[in-house]
DNA sequence: TATTGTTATACTCTATAACTATA
DNA sequence: TATAGTTATAGAGTATAACAATA
């Protein structure tokens, strides 16, 4: 625990600095998201929905809860996807009322090649020594442990 | 300097996984700011701008330049926050071109709301030592100094 | 009846281009 | 002529409500 540290009333000054750095460091991490994905002609929830796509088909419903949207408007995203070949809806042979989107091998191409544009958050990494590496990758795990998690356990 | 940190092409396993925790970190924050938001009633690019406003008024050029977003996209968001009274339109008595959009009291009023709804980003960090939280405010300014800085320059 | 996906609708954000009033 | 702000337009994302097919 902390000496002194950050009360939920008062945050002292570090406290208040490491904050704004952090929001500096999502706004980045957003922009580049966003630019990478115009870089192949993708807008950024079409992105988000074809990189889980690659990870593996869902349900219409399941991609909306991964998401964190609702199921009508997936239907949009995937149809958009679905018209360039980058995506396909499958029947789901145990429920005829689900369909399962999945990426196409193409769909697949361009996902690659969005993620290998994403340099952000692993460029300026570079320039951290293989300790600091370390010592953030405990720090940001403390950070995600709080409360908030409780939330993801449904799937 | 790193020992054997991640090159360009081959990023090492931790690397990888700190960029993933980066990008948790940055879904976080994102979710828990645009669901503040709407707890005032605001929409994620209406909050942006009244925080901005808060800081001081601008004219509205330079608020789409902060938001990186165009001009014209501007009007209508001051437009939405103006008749909610919590934005006014201001001349500019040396160039009567210009616009000069500020927060009004209910409008920092309600800005001041969302900040100390705010918490994630700063209830995390409670989770830290002060030197855990001093090490990660180092980390985050040598991340955010790498290039793309320069993009900044201009005013 | 409940659930899955879709459609219809309305609002906001976004960029582009054309317009106005200044400079 | 150049600039600041606006309007007009169109596309995309979002939520809500209603619907068809299936469970």
Redesign the interface.
């Known amino acids: ?8 009333g008062r ?1 002292d000054d ?2 208040l ?3 704004g ?6 706004a ?5 998201y966003e630019e990478a994905a115009a870089g192949h002609d993708l807008t950024g929830a079409q992105a988000r929905l074809l990189s889980l796509l690659c990870l593996e088909p869902l349900p219409m419903r399941k991609l909306a809860h991964r998401l ?1 949207c609702e199921p009508s408007n997936v239907t949009g995203i995937v149809d958009r996807l679905e018209s360039r070949g980058l995506a396909e809806r499958r029947p789901d042979p145990a429920d005829r009322r689900v369909k399962v989107a999945a990426a196409t091998r193409e769909g697949r191409r361009v996902a690659r090649g969005l993620r290998e544009s994403l ?12 300790e ?6 405990d ?8 409360e ?1 998690t409780a939330a993801e356990g449904r799937e």
Chains 1, 2 share one sequence.
């Open positions: 625990m902390a000496a002194t540290p950050s009360s939920p945050p570090l406290t600095e490491v904050v750095l952090i929001g500096s460091v999502v980045r991490y957003h922009e580049e964190k340099r952000f958050a692993r460029e300026p990494l570079a320039a951290l020594t293989d600091e590496r370390r010592s953030l990758r720090i940001l795990r403390t950070m995600l442990d709080t908030g």
